[in-house]
């Protein structure tokens, strides 16, 4: 069973920065993509970022420009570094990645205050 352990979240006010991450119990080369989403509360969970396996990047056009998702092989632990928050970016993140099965993280709390 992989297991995905989100950490990094937390309280910062607007403008500020965070860094997630998300280490992954298998490498984290064995997957097709890894994304990471986010749930809001009242909200839809939706995508924020995905890297594939050939290191491509794709984003919500919310997050362009202020966030950047990486991944580190050798550690296998996933990354995303978030910049110039806003209170809109308050939600629940998870980690998510994909190869034959899908698996998800358990969420990390982030609160940007105004």
């Known amino acids: 069973q992989v297991q995905l352990v989100e950490s990094g979240g937390g309280l910062v006010q607007a403008g500020g920065s965070l860094r997630l991450s998300c280490a992954a119990s298998?490498?984290?080369?064995?997957?097709?993509?890894m994304a990471w989403h986010r749930q809001a509360p009242g909200k839809q969970r939706e995508l924020v970022a995905v890297?594939?396996?050939?290191?491509?990047?794709t984003y919500a056009e919310s997050v362009k420009g202020r966030f950047t998702i990486s991944r580190d092989n050798a550690k296998n632990i996933m990354y995303l570094q978030m910049t110039n928050l806003k209170p809109e970016d308050t939600a629940v993140y998870f980690c998510?990645?994909?190869?034959?099965?899908?698996?998800w993280g358990q969420g990390t709390q982030v609160t940007v205050s105004s």
């Open positions: 298998r490498s984290t080369s064995s997957f097709n993509n």
């Open positions: 998510y990645a994909n190869a034959v099965r899908s698996y």
């Open positions: 890297i594939s396996v050939g290191e491509s990047t």
